[in-house]
């Protein structure tokens, strides 16, 4: 029997937003059992609170945010989603001093890192989790995502990059989930962006928190960090860390076979929103 789980202690990080720019306090804490994964906007009075649903979801463009009626919003949450997923957090409070999570290091692992140094707490419930029983897939233009049944998590993952930097390293990508593998395979992997496109999306007021500390960084025919990759693969393996985060936003573990050709956000809440608009689909369970 597998016991819902929360943190043991409230931890704090500060960053810097992605696509803000503005330096941001993030601060985890602990909450009850059914909580669900709650962020609360605590710069603004009085707080707000958005509890991460399918159909809090308005927009997938550069990021997953969760948007209220009243227009209130959370940006950037795919990384930290990623985190909880991962290490199966089912209840927290996400306190946060602006509209977005840090970017930290482009990757889940600082937030992977915080979890396990506040510490993980089993909880008296038991943990639910949504299980695919038939195929769903969604179709854009030469992209396309499915999921089947599977008593497992597993995420079969290919993109397909013009540019001779991706091309060069292997784009496909097969992830059988479990909370280690997640640890040391996936957590680590950070998001990349190309260096012609940044003064693009500054200009619409996008990226201006982007530097070689938050993301891999791609030339016209190199990687421009210092370091260069943590992974000979690392940009599908990051793909694979942004589907991990984005099917928990319903805030439940996903059970089932996903493979996706030129996967990302939009298409990950596209998918989403054909399973569980289908009762037929899907079903909660322990």
Not at 93 to 107: K, L, N
Not at 126 to 150: A, G
Request: charged share 20%; aromatic share 10%; with cysteine.
């Amino acid at each position: 029997m597998i016991k819902q789980s929360t943190l043991k202690q409230s931890i704090q990080c500060t960053g810097i937003g992605l696509h803000s720019g503005k330096i941001i306090t993030l601060t985890l804490h602990p909450a009850p059992e059914n909580t669900g994964i709650v962020y609360r906007r605590i710069d603004l009075v009085p707080p707000v609170e958005l509890v991460s649903h399918i159909d809090m979801i308005k927009n997938t463009k550069f990021c997953t945010s969760l948007e209220d009626k009243n227009g209130i919003k959370i940006s950037t949450i795919e990384h930290l989603s990623a985190a909880l997923s991962g290490l199966w957090i089912d209840n927290i409070v996400i306190e946060v001093t602006g509209s977005e999570i840090p970017i930290m290091d482009g990757s889940a692992w600082p937030f992977v890192n915080l979890i396990l140094r506040a510490g993980v707490k089993k909880l008296a419930y038991e943990k639910k989790f949504i299980y695919i029983k038939q195929l769903v897939r969604v179709e854009k233009e030469d992209k396309w995502i499915e999921v089947i049944p599977n008593n497992q998590f597993t995420l079969d993952v290919t993109i397909d990059f013009d540019h001779p930097v991706i091309s060069s390293t292997l784009q496909h990508y097969f992830f059988a989930f479990s909370i280690e593998s997640f640890i040391e395979k996936i957590s680590r992997a950070r998001t990349f962006g190309f260096l012609k496109d940044i003064s693009i999306l500054r200009s619409q007021k996008l990226a201006l928190g982007c530097n070689y500390n938050c993301a891999i960084v791609i030339g016209e025919k190199n990687i421009l960090n210092q370091n260069g990759l943590r992974f000979g693969n690392e940009f599908v393996r990051h793909k694979v860390l942004d589907a991990i985060g984005d099917f928990f936003i319903p805030g439940y573990n996903i059970l089932g076979a996903f493979k996706a050709f030129k996967p990302g956000h939009t298409m990950h809440y596209l998918l989403l929103k054909k399973i569980l608009k289908n009762t037929s689909t899907w079903e909660l369970k322990n």
